[in-house]
């Protein structure tokens, strides 16, 4: 496996430099880049893209839990270990599926214990995604004007009843059929989840959520499409979407 790429997120500039002379100790890990704040935190992790983040909770601005809330929406696979000074967040660290969480001062043994955790865990998906990715993919058989069309449900971003028809969305194509999204959603596997009372949404395929007015949309990998999340369903949303990335 190449080097895990980690950003260390602390205000604190004796805990960075411990924690980046430690992990130069440790063969397989590399520190790309360092954050003093919450938001600079958010701007390296879209812009690095690491495997795991090492994060204060108690920084200025928008505090380190809150940073991790927003990249998990971004990137549900990055492994995250918290940094802190207090033991008082460990059942919140853990709410937000943290790899692991460590209280100062930084010990070298534990530090490399939580690293090893997140690598065996990372080893762990790619090895899943090989294996679902040897399987046949599941088609969703539709009748679409005269033809029957057979679309990849990995391929599909969501579900939309627009008056008397139903549309299927791909992040290019949208089919549309008589078939009601009833009779869809049956054909659909658990990936998919009715969001709203017109839309089945592809909960994997989600990259945010936003909030309008009284209700969510939902953003998709390489695509400008949304999708509506009723504001009855939002926390089901989120739960489900956690369960599927753990």
Known sequence: MNDLKIVIADDDVSSRTILRHFIHLFPNY????EATSGEEFLQL???EQP???LVDINMPGLDGMEAVKICRQLLPALQVIFITG???FAVEAFEVSATDYIVKPIERTRLFYALE????LIEMAKQCAAVKAKQPSKRLGIRSKNSIVLLPMEDILFVEK????TVIHTANEQYETTETLNEIERELDNCFFKTHRSYIINLKKIIKITQVGETYLAHFFDSEKV???SKLKFHEV???IFDMNN
């Open 30 to 33: 590399n520190v790309v880049a």
């Open 45 to 47: 992790v879209l812009q």
């Open 51 to 53: 495997d795991i983040v």
């Open 86 to 88: 207090y033991d008082e």
């Open 117 to 120: 955790k997140a690598r065996k």
């Open 162 to 165: 627009e008056s008397r028809k």
């Open 227 to 229: 999708a509506y999340i």
């Open 238 to 240: 989120q739960r489900r």
